[in-house]
């Protein structure tokens, strides 16, 4: 049974960094590509980056070269850091993986960008 467990959310200033991160178990997250996903009040929930399995990575337009992905295979987890946040972030991030059918999610994590 695939769990996902994700940590690391809360509330910080414009400008700010979290480092958001997600136990996978029952899946390996070496050779399954990861995703986090998020989001905001009203909207729809969107991918925000991704890792595949030879650790190649992509974002989304509005967060390339302020959030990183990435993994440690030994601890099973995937991470998410966050720099230079912006009010726009706000939103509940949620971990996932394309390889399973139907798509597990994590419980979520908020992250709420507020001066």
């Known amino acids: 049974q695939v769990q996902l467990v994700e940590s690391g959310g809360g509330l910080v200033q414009p400008g700010g960094s979290l480092r958001l991160s997600c136990v996978a178990s029952?899946?390996?997250?070496?050779?399954?590509?990861m995703e986090w996903y998020r989001q905001a009040p009203g909207k729809e929930r969107e991918l925000v980056a991704r890792i595949n399995r030879a650790g190649s990575t992509n974002y989304v337009h509005s967060v390339e070269d302020r959030f990183t992905i990435s993994r440690d295979n030994a601890r099973s987890t995937v991470y998410l850091q966050m720099n230079s946040l912006k009010f726009e972030d706000t939103a509940v991030y949620y971990c996932?993986?394309?390889?399973?059918?139907?798509?597990?999610w994590g419980q979520g994590t908020q992250v709420t960008v507020s001066s």
């Open positions: 029952g899946i390996s997250i070496s050779i399954n590509a």
């Open positions: 996932s993986t394309p390889s399973t059918q139907p798509r597990i």
